[in-house]
């Protein structure tokens, strides 16, 4: 059953707990899909591994680092001068914010670079970051400023030339 009335908001104190939950849990997303990267390509295949391996492994880690700094920088709380919590930072948390595309960034590198210790191929699967911001961008911005109507407002009719056509279509009838 549905609770009623409002939905609660959350306390300065809650979403600065949660954000730095919600910190740690990336920050260890981050460091196992690294290290289980470096582990199977430097270490178990580190002949095979090419100047590819390499440059992707640089890629991964600027997204991360860029995802990342920017969440925390979102998150970052504000503290009164005797120490008492003023602001608790944006809520990481909450639903359709710019947070939820960062985390699914860090998610969507790190699945992918997991992935690609079985296929260099599997790196092509971070193409659908670009086409998930084009879709938005398509949806939320360009799609309805073309597919909006023309700005011209229609002639008003008045009283007396509304009165006229509808005596001429009951005389049609």
Known sequence: MAPKGKVGTKGKKQIYEE???TLKFYIRVILGA??????INFLVFYSSSSFSTW???????????????????????????????????IDLNMEQGMAEHLKDVILL????????????????????APARALHMLWVNILGPW???DSPSAPEEVNEKKQRRQERRQMKRF
């Open 146 to 148: 073309f597919m909006a």
């Open 19 to 21: 954000n730095g939950a």
């Open 109 to 128: 590198t790190a699945i992918v670079q997991v992935l690609s210790t079985i296929s260099s191929y599997f790196w092509y699967l971070w193409l659908l």
């Open 34 to 39: 690294n290290a289980i990267y470096a582990a």
């Open 55 to 89: 440059l992707l492994l640089v890629f991964a880690l600027a997204v991360y680092v860029g995802s990342y700094r920017s969440m925390s920088a979102m998150a970052k709380p504000a503290f009164a001068d005797d120490g008492a919590l003023l602001d608790g930072g």
